[in-house]
């Protein structure tokens, strides 16, 4: 890839340059290259959780049928009946 670089100075603790450091040498690249993924996969993530719906909203959606046709939903509807009834317990052999 072609970036256009910036540099930026920025005042991180102890704990994180450790890792850091840590990270660089086990990937074998620079401690900026660690910040720019870090960067885009914590963006990633974000997006990806910008596209999740509000437990509320799963829920409207579930109880709207989740997706299933109204005929899918009443033959599997009939199936499960039929198999609760014909189901036999050790107790009724």
């Known amino acids: 890839m072609n970036y256009r670089m910036i540099r930026t100075s ?7 340059l450790e890792a850091m450091d840590a990270l ?3 990937w074998s690249v620079s401690k900026a290259e660690v910040m720019r993924r870090a960067v ?7 997006e990806q959780d910008s596209r999740k719906p ?3 909203q799963a829920l409207e959606w579930l109880q709207g049928g989740g997706g299933l046709p109204a005929k899918a939903g009443a033959e599997l ?11 036999r317990y050790w107790w009724q052999a």
């Open 10 to 16: 920025m005042t991180l603790d102890p704990a994180t």
């Open 77 to 87: 509807r009939k199936a499960v009946k039929a198999e609760r009834k014909a189901k």
């Open 24 to 26: 660089a040498k086990k």
């Open 40 to 46: 885009r996969r914590l963006k990633e993530e974000a």
């Open 54 to 56: 509000t437990p509320l």
